[in-house]
């Protein structure tokens, strides 16, 4: 089945220790993102790539880092930098253009 | 003024009852809209899109008018199962790439 995975679906780190969130998809989707969502809150967008070796920040990506070095795979790095790690965090991919996205299961990551 | 606004809710409603969302957007050359729903601490999922003509999909009606800039979603007959949290999402003008997603509107249904 196609679809996008996420993994870890939970992540404890202590503070100080950056981490990197996976994103792989077989939907052979060109454009991936990196949402946040706080409890209660909409999504925010971390970062998004239309292409391979291409993305761009998005409203909140101070404290984030990614890359795209492969069309299947987006990792998301939170860094030591961003002040409030702890969140719900959504992968999604798409055809691009006009096209809806899909989301994977998330991962909820938590800093203490 | 945000680029899509959405009552957050909650909308309490029985059972069978018929509901709708209202979504606003800033941006009139926006050229598609969707409607995601979202369980609680789950990822959000594709209800319908939404077409100018408006779409009905079985209990769901989605319909747009451009000239106030809002879409809307229309459920009848509530399940209990329709408890959940309606995204309005709107693709604005150009291939930016970038989606807006309203904060969203949480539905109760109640027996």
């Known amino acids: 089945d196609g679809g996008i995975t996420q993994s870890p679906k939970y992540l404890f780190r202590k503070e100080g220790q950056n981490v990197t969130l996976s994103c792989e998809q077989n939907?052979?989707?060109?454009?991936m993102y990196w949402y946040r969502q706080d409890p209660g809150q909409g999504l925010r967008l971390i970062y998004y790539?239309?292409?391979?070796?291409?993305?761009q920040k998005g409203d909140i990506a101070e404290g984030y880092s990614v890359s795209r070095e492969k069309k299947e795979s987006f990792p998301l790095t939170v860094t030591s930098a961003q002040k409030n790690p702890t969140a719900f965090y959504l992968c999604a991919s798409s055809i691009g253009g006009l096209s809806p996205l899909h989301f994977g299961n998330g991962t909820r990551l938590t800093v203490t | 003024r945000k680029e899509v606004e959405q009552d957050p809710g909650p909308f309490n409603v029985p059972e069978g009852a018929t509901v709708a969302f209202n979504c606003t957007y800033s941006?009139?050359?926006?050229?598609?809209f969707f409607w995601y729903r979202q369980d609680c601490r789950k990822e959000p999922k594709l209800l319908m899109s939404v077409y100018s003509s408006g779409n009905e999909d079985g209990r769901f009606t989605a319909q747009l008018n451009r000239a106030s800039q809002y879409i809307s979603l229309l459920i009848r007959d509530s399940k209990l199962s329709d408890s959940a949290t309606y995204l309005c999402v709107v693709i604005p003008s150009g291939n930016t790439g970038k989606l807006i997603f309203g904060q969203g509107t949480t539905l109760q249904v109640k027996p």
């Open positions: 941006n009139s050359a926006s050229q598609s």
């Open positions: 939907l052979n989707h060109d454009a």
């Open positions: 790539s239309q292409i391979v070796n291409d993305f």
